[in-house]
């Protein structure tokens, strides 16, 4: 299983982007996806998640009304649709993808994801 991320960038705060994560390797049905990002120095966390199995979301309260995330299962891929952007979302933005019996109070939990995306740095200027 492979996972690409894509569609990071510079960009002025309030201003948007959209992130990307597709998934190859073998068939994908009811997967939990997720983003992840990291800031210089500090630990990875969680941003937004989706269970395949039954459509829910979940976002990180510091994302949550600006952030976005969605599916496409055709193209067997993720995004993330960023709006409002500040500087404080500058990081590394990391996809990964989980078991399809992850249940919601384990999606935040780095340590239990099986694959990663290589990540893809957002830049949010003052």
């Known amino acids: 299983v492979q996972l690409q991320a894509s569609g990071g960038g510079l960009v002025q705060a309030g201003g948007s982007l959209r992130l990307s994560c597709a998934a190859s390797?073998?068939?994908?049905?009811?997967?939990?996806m997720s983003w992840f990002r990291q800031a210089p120095g500090k630990e990875r966390e969680f941003v937004a998640a989706?269970?395949?199995?039954?459509?829910?979301?979940y976002y990180a309260d510091s994302v949550k009304g600006r952030f976005t995330i969605s599916r496409d299962d055709a193209k067997n891929t993720v995004y993330l649709q960023m709006n409002s952007l500040k500087p404080e979302d500058t990081a590394v933005y990391y996809c990964?993808?989980?078991?399809?019996?992850?249940?919601?109070?384990?999606?935040?939990?780095?340590?239990?994801?099986?694959?990663w995306g290589q990540g893809t740095l957002v830049t949010v200027s003052s």
């Open positions: 990964a993808m989980g078991s399809s019996g992850m249940i919601a109070s384990s999606l935040r939990t780095v340590g239990l994801y099986d694959y």
């Open positions: 390797g073998r068939t994908f049905s009811r997967e939990a």
């Open positions: 989706l269970r395949r199995v039954n459509g829910n979301t």
